[in-house]
């Protein structure tokens, strides 16, 4: 099964930094194949979160603007190691992709 | 009579799924508000994202390259000294659809992002954040040398 996403997470002074890619094409329909000459059909993530021990810290709307396997990093305050990170998405196509990381 | 009940019938059927899709999404993901997205113009791709609300200066922090070899990937840094943050917007101005993307921000959460973004031609990147109900915008050129593909 391909991996889905890579998470890190980090603690420090009291700042948790986490850092996320995603592999998902994002493609924004406009695109040509370079071999065919037809426009690839879109196919980007729509929505993301991001939960802090269950509970929903950040949620996000994208466009076909964010690049090819997004890269996303945020941060929260009051996180402790062992706290679990996890990000879900769903794209246009409805389908949807989850990962989980341990806090260091 | 006839025209009047098809039309009462297609009403119900409407607010019927759009009751389903608010109970679906209102507590996990946010709706996507496909006409502001979808725009071409960064214009109204704007006025799709924040209305006639006006734009103040200051508090936003935008970081991205001054010259980006590659516009598919292009990093940027939004933040802000600003409390009770609702989200932080990107739009880049010349873009095929100018509106990126935006983050809710909740709990313990700071109000940062920092992602990668397409840019097809040299343009500005544009940062918006709601705070307090207003809105405060920055903005960055960016010189693209070789036009992501978006």
């Known amino acids: 099964m391909p991996k889905e996403m890579k998470i890190k ?11 996320t890619i995603m592999y998902h094409p994002m493609e924004s329909g406009s695109r040509k194949d370079a071999d065919t000459g037809e426009l690839v059909p879109a196919h980007f993530i729509k929505n993301v979160q ?4 269950g509970e929903v810290i950040i949620s996000a709307e994208w466009g076909t603007g964010i690049s090819k396997n997004p890269y996303w990093s945020f941060e929260f305050e009051g996180g402790k190691p ?23 | 009579m006839a025209i009047s009940r ?6 119900s059927l409407y607010s019927g799924t759009f009751f389903l899709g608010a109970g679906l999404f209102s507590q996990t993901w946010a709706a996507w508000p496909s006409a502001a997205f979808d725009e071409t113009e960064y214009l109204p791709a704007l006025k799709g994202l924040i209305g006639d609300q006006e ?13 980006a070899e590659n516009g598919a990937t292009v990093p940027v840094k939004v933040s802000t000294d600003l409390e009770n943050v609702e989200w932080i917007s990107i739009l880049g101005d010349k873009n095929p659809r100018p ?5 809710y921000f909740h709990g313990k959460s700071k109000p940062f992002v920092s992602t990668r973004i ?21 903005k ?6 070789a036009g992501g593909c978006v």
């Open chain 2, 6 to 11: 098809r039309i009462f019938i297609q009403r």
């Open chain 2, 140 to 145: 960055s050129a960016v010189k693209v040398t």
């Open chain 2, 99 to 103: 509106w990126i993307s935006r983050f």
């Open chain 1, 82 to 104: 062992g706290d679990t990170i996890e990000i879900s998405w769903t794209d246009n196509l409805g389908k949807s992709g989850t990962g989980k990381a341990v806090v260091k």
């Open chain 2, 55 to 67: 734009l103040l200066d200051g508090h936003v922090s935008l970081q991205a390259p001054e010259i």
């Open chain 1, 9 to 19: 997470a980090k603690v420090k002074d009291g700042i948790t930094v986490v850092k």
């Open chain 1, 50 to 53: 991001a939960e802090l021990n």
């Open chain 2, 118 to 138: 397409k840019l097809r031609e040299s343009s500005h990147v544009v940062a918006i954040v709601k705070a307090d109900g207003k809105l405060y915008s920055t």
